[in-house]
């Protein structure tokens, strides 16, 4: 019976969600206008993958509540430097994704795709085995534990290239069910492992190996490409991937740019204040990213509807996030810092406003990234740049205003963004129109 009901499900899948380059909406003069049965089909898959995104995001926060729970305070800090130094891994995989995703409306067989995704998970392996030797003397970590943490990066690598796969071919269901295997094998065996045996080395082991066993599972998940060790090799692919990550990793030294400005111009308290100010803001940032992943293998057209569908989507969900950080402020800040944290109250919105911005700057990160042009990273890098001159050198030094200098940074990028973006599809259309 199960069997028969996922054959089903993956048949009926493999119809619905058919690949973008197949005609599912009207063209009209170069751009596409997406049918109302689209949008609700497309609204669906934001829902279907905004589950499945859930899942790795809480399991990832239970992990660090267990860790602040469970371990001292000295291997504490060295779980938060491999949390952020595996957070800075992720580009490459999320550029990884956003890679495969775009190609694969263009190729009938996906097993090269697959093929180049291991070979970079290889070359990732062996990067982090050289990267952790400094490392390990930098954070006072053992060399063989931050090497086995950060060695999870290489499957995930790969299983980012599972979900690029079903990302690009609209396979939501599937999309969903890789997320979720993501999550599970990243998280339940160091949350476990913890509570049994609250050291270093247990999380170590658990991120490894339990990745391993995602990107196994995942690749079942996938349903074909079994051989895919057997592909034709390409060569081609890893110009787009470097520019797909470094484009990514400047959104993400955006993003994260301001908790190291408040760790070097606050004090100790008022920084670790901010630290539970940005948990807020990064809910923000991450609790639409449903609508960008599904929206984006539509992006790479000239289709300003898509777009603006993935920037109302992201901007509705952020101005709800922050009415509730608005109006129940004790609610956000107790529920992620507790009320050790009330100083808090009247300013968490702003942190709310700040993550929702980096949000719909993403939106529009990605619309470019979808058509090949990661020029736009060269502003988001300036973007960093002048926000840390700013609060170090300019504005006084309190919470407020670095997150107020942040806010008006993101914001005066999004303007820029938006203008280069619109000023781009005109000209497309003015150009097609010629031909």
């Known amino acids: 019976m199960w069997r028969s009901l996922v054959a089903r499900f993956v048949r009926d899948e493999e119809v619905v969600g058919s690949n973008p380059a197949t005609p599912t909406a009207k063209e009209e003069d170069g751009d596409v206008t997406t049918t109302p049965a689209e949008k609700r089909r497309l609204i669906q898959g934001v ?11 809480g399991l990832a926060y239970v992990t660090s509540v267990v860790a602040a729970r469970t371990l001292d305070q000295a291997s504490f800090g060295a779980f938060g430097a491999i949390l952020n130094s595996i957070q800075i891994g992720t580009t490459v995989a999320l550029g990884m994704q956003a890679l495969i995703a775009r190609r694969v409306a263009t190729m009938k067989s996906y097993g090269s795709l697959l093929k180049f995704a291991l070979e ?27 090497f086995l943490a950060l060695a999870s990066l290489a499957p995930f690598v790969f299983i980012s290239a599972q979900a690029g796969i079903a990302q690009g071919n609209e396979f939501f269901f599937r999309l969903a069910g890789i997320y979720i295997v993501l999550g599970l094998g990243r998280s339940i065996f160091a949350i476990v492992g913890l509570l049994a045996n609250p050291a270093l080395e247990v999380v170590a082991y658990s991120f490894f190996f339990g990745m391993l066993g995602s990107a196994f599972v995942g690749h079942f998940i996938l349903g074909s490409h079994r051989k895919f060790i057997k592909s ?12 797909a990550t470094q484009a990514l990793l400047a959104l993400y030294v955006l993003v994260n740019v301001d908790v190291l ?27 639409p990213q449903a609508v960008t992943v599904v929206l984006f293998p539509r992006m790479g057209k ?7 569908l993935a920037l109302l989507g992201t901007s509705g969900i952020g101005l709800l996030y922050i009415l509730l950080g608005f109006f129940g402020s004790e609610f956000v800040v107790n529920a992620i810092g507790g009320s050790n944290y009330a100083i808090l109250y009247q300013d968490v919105w702003l942190f709310a406003l700040e ?5 719909i700057l993403q939106v529009l990160l990605y619309g470019r990234i979808a058509r090949e042009d990661t020029s736009v990273s060269i502003m988001l890098w300036v973007g960093s740049i002048v926000a840390s001159l700013l609060v170090v050198f300019v504005f ?12 008006g940074t993101t914001f005066i990028l999004i303007i820029i963004a938006a203008i280069t973006e619109k000023n781009h599809r005109a000209n497309s259309r003015k150009g097609s129109s010629r031909t």
Do not use: C
């Open 396 to 407: 006084p030094r309190t919470i407020e205003n670095v997150v107020l200098v942040l806010i």
């Open 302 to 308: 000239n289709d300003s509807s898509v777009l603006r």
């Open 261 to 287: 400005l408040a760790r070097v111009v606050l004090s100790a308290e008022d920084s670790g204040i901010y630290s539970v100010g940005m948990l807020v803001a990064k809910v923000a940032f991450f609790l």
């Open 120 to 146: 970079v998970s290889l070359i990732v392996l062996v990067g982090v085995a050289i990267l952790s030797y400094p490392l390990s003397y930098l954070f006072n970590i053992e060399y063989w534990i931050l």
């Open 232 to 243: 034709k090799r390409i060569n081609h692919e890893y110009s787009g991937l470097v520019k």
């Open 355 to 359: 993550g929702t911005l980096f949000a």
């Open 47 to 57: 829902v279907v993958v905004g589950i499945g995104l859930a899942v790795p995001q």
